[in-house]
């Protein structure tokens, strides 16, 4: 079966590449898609992209993804760090969500520094830029056992060739 994802973006982040690039680069929101929406073609993955300035609209597409998806990458901008609401939402998800954040989050000021959704997300991918949802989508495929097995290891891990050292599912 193909592997459905749905990659979600949080308040502000349809303000990439025009606004404050010192801190985000320069990269648009459409480009990031574009990117990701590629990949998607190249290893046979459905995609939907979502941006939402509203809690309750993440939220809502967070409980359709029970239906829609199998995985969820999610960068949720300023919702990280102040939304039990998708904390809540997060736990009736049973596939992997992987938590998005374009800057490094961790050498970033107080206020931007403690994701509350972190804890409720398989992994976290902070600093890599635009790059980070790539990342992201190949951690999901990967997690999914849905990578294509025309790409070579170590693209694709195989799970019996490296071992449990290296795979926690
Ligand atoms: O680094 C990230 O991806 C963030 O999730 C972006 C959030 C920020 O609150 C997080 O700490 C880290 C902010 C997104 C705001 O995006 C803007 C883009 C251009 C101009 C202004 C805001």
Same mark, same amino acid.
């Given at each position: 079966m193909t592997a459905r994802l749905m990659i979600l973006n949080g308040p502000n982040l349809n303000l990439l590449? /025009? %606004?404050e *690039? &010192?801190?985000?680069?320069?990269?648009?929101?459409?480009? +990031?898609?574009?990117s990701c929406k590629e990949l998607a073609a190249l290893v046979g993955a459905t995609l939907?992209?979502?941006q939402s300035n509203h809690e309750g609209v993440l939220v809502d597409l967070i409980q359709s993804a029970r239906q829609d998806?199998?995985?969820? +990458?999610?960068? *949720?901008?300023?919702y990280s760090f102040t939304s039990i609401?998708? /904390?809540d939402a997060f736990k009736i998800f049973e596939g992997p969500i992987f938590e998005v954040h374009i800057s490094n989050i961790h050498a970033r000021d107080?206020? &931007? %520094? &403690?994701?509350k959704l972190s804890s409720a997300v398989?992994? /976290?991918i902070a600093g890599l830029g635009p790059y980070g949802y790539i990342v992201a989508m190949q951690a999901a495929l990967q997690t999914l056992g849905k990578m294509p097995d025309s790409l070579p290891?170590?693209? %694709? /891990?195989d799970r019996d060739r490296v071992g449990a050292r290296w795979w926690h599912d």
């Open positions: 590449g /025009v %606004r *690039p &010192h801190i985000y680069g320069s990269t648009t929101l459409a480009a +990031i898609e574009a939907s992209f979502h998806a199998d995985a969820i +990458i999610i960068n *949720p901008a300023g609401a998708m /904390v107080e206020l &931007h %520094r &403690h994701s398989k992994a /976290v290891t170590p693209i %694709r /891990v």
